[in-house]
């Protein structure tokens, strides 16, 4: 049984650019969250998802940021003129009921220059 | 939520001893409990949960206690092992909430 996966691992943009990031939960899974993490901090809540819902996005930017999770496909977090303020690990997990019990994917560490 | 803290931020442990790993939350609703390990490079795992109408609950050499009386959550890991070294969160929510994650303790295990 294959756990979140994301992709890519690594992201490198340049300010302005546009950030793709992708999240497929595991089999059977839900429910997605999106989490950021700067370095020697802990994870910061950004929206929760279900299939074609949003459901929380209370942690995310006003601006610039946004979430989906299609019918069909991955979970995507996109992030439109990054600035080198958006650099950082986003994490995304999934669970098969709502909140509790979040697997971790590995990471996608997007870096702004 | 609001923010669930952790007492120390560092921790070194001798190989073989057991490790304590504090944290504490402030809101008294908090129902469900999580603690993560994150080791360099990669994602939160998951390592044992815990509800409010539980004290203790055991894992495979970890067990978490906790004491709803002080809100004070901690982790218990028997017979560290090199591979523990690792950064350990705590989480907490209640009721259909988000998770809201501690900043962290570094453990570091000497061999």
């Known amino acids: 049984n294959a756990g979140v996966m994301q992709n890519p691992r690594h992201l490198v943009r340049r300010r302005g650019q546009e950030a793709r990031l992708r999240c497929s939960p595991m089999?059977?899974?839900?429910?997605v969250y999106w989490y950021r993490q700067l370095p020697e901090e802990g994870l910061k809540f950004m929206v929760y998802?279900?299939?074609?819902?949003?459901?929380?996005e209370s942690g995310m930017p006003k601006e610039r940021f946004s979430a989906e999770f299609p019918k069909e496909g991955p979970s995507i977090l996109r992030i439109q003129q990054v600035v080198r303020g958006d650099s950082a690990a986003y994490f995304c997990?999934?669970?098969?009921?709502?909140?509790?019990?979040?697997?971790f994917g590995p990471g996608t560490r997007l870096t702004v220059l | 939520g609001e923010s669930v803290g952790l007492h120390l931020p560092t921790l070194s442990v001798q190989e073989g001893d057991n490790s304590i790993i504090n944290c504490a939350y402030s809101?008294?609703?908090?129902?469900?409990f999580i603690w993560y390990k994150q080791e360099s490079g990669k994602g939160p795992q998951f390592i044992i949960d815990?509800?409010?109408?539980?004290d203790k609950r055991q894992g495979q050499r970890v067990t978490v206690l906790l004491n709803k009386t002080v809100k004070h959550l901690s982790l218990q890991i028997a017979a560290t092992q090199p591979g523990d070294s690792a950064v350990y969160f705590c989480?907490?929510?209640?009721?259909?909430?988000?998770?809201?994650f501690g900043t962290g303790t570094r453990l570091t295990i000497i061999p």
């Open positions: 089999k059977g899974h839900s429910h």
């Open positions: 989480a907490d929510t209640f009721g259909n909430e988000k998770l809201t």
């Open positions: 997990a999934s669970s098969p009921v709502g909140w509790n019990e979040q697997f």
């Open positions: 809101n008294s609703a908090s129902d469900y």
């Open positions: 815990i509800r409010s109408n539980m």
């Open positions: 998802l279900q299939k074609e819902n949003i459901i929380d």
